[in-house]
């Protein structure tokens, strides 16, 4: 079993299926566990994607040719064939009563679509890992990458959840950095030159390359826009630095 996320492509890139508030619908990014899924390989080569936070024990479920929340798996219509196609991307088609349709986001909505027909029924897989804090190596050793007070600076020691991320591996090879606490739902971004924090993944603003550099010290290089830029914490402040230069550039990576 492992937790994922389910971006969705095409005009809805950016928005991600969501069962909080007890429905099926796309939020604008990543928010909490409303957005976050289980997903349950079933002995029959059929997966079923199970519920998180507030709706746990609910699955999602196409039975009655609808979308919605099921109580537990209670048969076909809350398993489902995941088609792999390719570079992370997923499409799910249904069983029992309702095969051959797709779980759909086309048109900004939640639906059953009649088939694959193209990026609408189209997902990009995350996978979403273990909480973490980074601390700053070099002439910072002893401040922690914080966002806290909703902005991205250098705390001494870890003081609380402000210094604790949410480490997602995205199933593109990249890595996204979700805050908790007062600032949950918001990510660390690089986007338009800065750092930042942005509500949910809105892009490749708010996705890394993380680099390991051995002995859990890891680096953070920048994509879209701003690739070969680095998270930087030198000169005791935090900014985007060109290319890796050295320790102003490391990071301890401690699992919490």
Not at 8 to 31: C, F, I, M, P, T
Not at 52 to 71: I, P, T, V
Not at 179 to 186: A, D, P, S, V, W
């Amino acid at each position: 079993m492992s937790q994922i996320t389910l971006q969705a492509l095409g005009a809805e890139r950016g928005k991600y299926l969501s069962h909080a508030l007890d429905e099926v619908w796309l939020q604008n990014g990543v928010q909490g566990e409303g957005e976050v899924f289980e997903l349950r390989e079933l002995p029959n080569g059929r997966v079923a994607l199970a519920c998180l936070g507030g709706e746990k024990g609910k699955y999602l479920s196409h039975a009655f040719g609808r979308l919605w929340l099921q109580d537990g798996i209670q048969g076909e219509g809350e398993e489902w064939i995941c088609h792999d196609r390719g570079g992370g991307n997923v499409a799910f088609e249904c069983l029992g009563a309702e095969k051959g349709l797709y779980l759909s986001h086309a048109l900004n909505k939640m639906w059953l679509q009649h088939g694959y027909q193209g990026e609408g029924e189209l997902w990009l897989k995350g996978i979403s890992t273990q909480n973490i804090s980074l601390a700053a190596m070099g002439g910072e050793r002893g401040k922690y990458l914080s966002h806290a007070l909703d902005k991205v600076w250098l705390q001494n020691g870890i003081q609380g959840e402000g210094e604790i991320f949410m480490f997602e591996k995205l199933s593109n090879g990249r890595v996204a950095l979700a805050c908790l606490g007062g600032e949950k739902g918001k990510y660390l971004s690089h986007a338009f030159g800065r750092l930042w924090l942005q509500n949910g993944i809105q892009g490749e603003g708010e996705e890394w390359i993380c680099h390991d550099r051995g002995g859990g010290n890891v680096a953070f290089e920048c994509l879209g826009a701003e690739r070969g830029l680095y998270l930087s914490h030198a000169l005791n402040k935090m900014w985007l630095q060109h290319g890796y230069q050295g320790e102003g550039e490391l990071w301890l990576k401690n699992n919490r």
